[in-house]
């Protein structure tokens, strides 16, 4: 058996039947770490503990123990996610020493299923950047060409998983931090339904946008850690009290009757010939597999971006308060403290441990909460993000799933665009009104660009519509123009 | 009601601790006797990722609170952030309600000096609490243990306008709180806070004056020295042609006089927005009824009760009602005595002032509702006297004891046997055979006295009074 790609599923019955030990899949996977994050800086930090973690599992196994669906499957998790005793810094100098006493649910539920966690992967500062350059952790290497982004903020994952460094990883999106990275490094990526997947113990970033999803390397694999990953959790008041259906077992690569929708707005515009190609092959190939296109519409996802930017902004400038430097992470240092006003600790505290990208999402956020603004920004923004919902709820009326490209172009090179917030800023064009309207969607690896980098499609779903959306991504998949290429690194 | 011609306009908000055993938003133990930051818990000391969940009964206690102020509650409500930094609001945001508080337009009606008042209810809202800032000079120590303890913030109209009204009204809003057993009044531990805002104005005038704001004020006796203090100041400030600062003062109660914590010239901008980590409140009007429903009878509606269906007096009825465990004292024990204004009179002078005396709660009273109703019936049925009563009483107060079983333990059964008194007569008067001639020729005054005195000394004190008259005055025709 070939460890490096074997499926989520695969390793985790062959540690659970005893073909192979989950402590030799974690050294084997700990070799790759070790021989290739120097490249890629994919992980931040690593799990020193991941042998014996496995090897316990192992102990477990051979006194007939179920430890679990996944298995002994080692997994990378992004810096968003609190884990227990493992630092989390959100990419960010201001947790430079964060190690939380808890775990995130999303993570306890995998460990609860099994996984063994390799370490932490690099993301930008607090995920707020398409491209993984605000990391205080520094810019992760697009493993297709060493000298591109590996998109963001999900960077680390993409990187990570496209590289083989581990058999699953999860990220968080939004904006399309899971959907734009999983594109660039040709993986798959879901971002479920809000509400899907608890956000206890995930840092906040936009809490009303936030979700969490696999990052993976095939839509069964991403199925899987979905179903373990979902679910009503009493410490998120935001999660569904819905069932989570098995997707992985019912997952059928069959489109045929389905409605495919293809949405105007997103049909014009400048987008890059090979992503162009790439979306139209795939409608083809749907066609041919006996979906019906049908063409649908949501007038007000031209102003998606700038909702988005209101919107995630102010709940940031909020949610990043609590770094003050009083209870943990980084404090600025004094040469008399007890004369320092509070004022003035907090600057110099946050003012030296925040990054400029999320300086200026909290001046943004700040701005548009202010009193005499807040109408004009933060309301006006809320306003039309319920006229997207409703637009979307429309739309899914014609059609199961909304395809669409994931991004204007592949991967770009790093230093590009980091001068040009705004140009960044629309990179996220696709992806942001999927977070605002709450709806589940997923980048699946489809094409390739003519210089040989990979390039996803979107699919979109109606809420709670996880298994439609699935099922078009396997059909996908299984047609995929760029099954079994793997990056040149590994 | 008024001073040197000016009126003074007087608001107050009430931040009500709600004793629910956990926290607003957390799991954790809302105890007021615990360890340094021992109550703390990810949620309560905004650890990265964790999120708030509500706590469905601070829902309860505030829409409760909410209907025995009058107010309408609200069928959605709005958990809003209010931004703020400061090193014990662990979050650097309060969670709190703003456009959208549960409960609105209310109002109570109390009494001050004999007329009644009204004030009006503004808001009542749902809040979490911060931490506590210990100053030790050089540096800051923090307690969380307080950091999201529930709070309902009552608000106020500018209604009142003495420092006696205010006072009042904040005894009421106590009253009212702990009679529905939603928290326990405790001014000293923190559990009512009271902020006072004051104004003074030309009498006549319609417009208001720039508001002053009182805080630190731990007793309702400071609460009136506070207002009449900063109402005198401010006349003198007017007085003298200077304008009013609006600011935040503090009350000295040591130099009993208010002082400026903070202008609040540049009003902070606390940027409220609706907390997305946090659903709105939907209450039912089904879960409306079914609270109204559990509302316990609140005082003025007891007091009038007692005074129309018990014949209490006004007097007797607004004392026994202060607090609802002395009330349900009260009714308790009438309903073993069957005897309203005895078991009224009981209470108010024997039972209180041994309860003041010994610093004791009503709840922690050693003698119970229904041995004291016992005792009162047995007065009545002439089983003992009230001399004896007092006796018994006492021993109650002591040992507990059930009235029954210490009138036959101390042998303290009245004689209320004719032929037995009639024995104790004969033997008074045979052996007082010269009193009883001067008493019959008249030759000394008032000797009734004496022969009754004897009797019951003969007797022990346990001859029914009346039983011993009626025969002496038979025998001494």
Redesign the interface.
Known sequence: MDLTFASISEIADAVKSRKVSAKEVAQHFQKRIDALNPKLNAFTSLNLQAVQDADALDARIAKGEDVGLLAGVPFGIKEMFCTKGLTTTAGSKILENFVPPYDATAVARLKKSGIVVMGKLNQDEFAMGSSNETSFHGVVKNPWDLERVPGGSSGGSAAAQASRLVAGTLGTDTGGSIRQPASFCGIVGVKPTYGRVSRYGIIAYASSLDQAGPMVSSVKDAALTLEVISGFDPHDSTTAQKKVPAWSQSLKADVKGMKIGLMKEYMTGSLDPDVQKTVENSVDTLKKLGAEIVEVSVPMTEFAVPVYYLVAASEASSNLSRYDGVKYGYRAEFKNLSAVDLEEFYSQTRGQAFGAEVKRRIMLGTYCLSSGYYDAFYNKAGQVRRLIMEQYLEAFKKCDVILSPVTTAPAFKIGERVSDPLAMYLNDIFTTSTNLAGLPGMSVPYGQSQSGLPIGVQLTAGHFEEQKMLNVAYALEGASLVKGKHPHVI | MSSRGYEAVIGIEIHVQLSTKTKIFSSESTAFEAGDNENTS?VS??????????NSKVVEYSIKTGLALGCDIRRKSVFA?K?Y???DL????QISQYDQPICENGSITFKVDGKEKTVSITRAHMEEDAGKSNHHG??TL?NYNRSGIPLLEVVSGPDMRTPQEAAEYARTIRQIVRYLDVCDGNLEEGSLRCDCNVSVRKEGATQFGTKVEIKNINSFRFVEKAIEYEIERQIDCVERGDKIIQETRLWDPDKNRTFSMRAKEDAQ?Y???PD????PVIVTDSIIEKYKKELPELPIARAKRFQDEHALPELDATVLTTEKDLADFYEDTAKESRNFKASSNWIMTELLRELNSANKNIKDSPIKPAQLGKMIAMIDKGTISGKIAKTIFQEMWASGNDPEVIMKDKGLVQISDPAAIEKLVDEVLAANAQTVEDHKSGKKKNLFGFFVGAVMKASKGQANPDLVNKILLEKLK
Request: proline fraction near 19%; charge should be neutral.
């Open positions: 990810p000391v905004g650890m990265p990722g964790s999120l708030p969940v509500l952030r931004n930094f400061y090193p662990p979050k650097g945001y050089e540096y923090i901008d940027r409220y927005f997305p980590d946090l659903q």
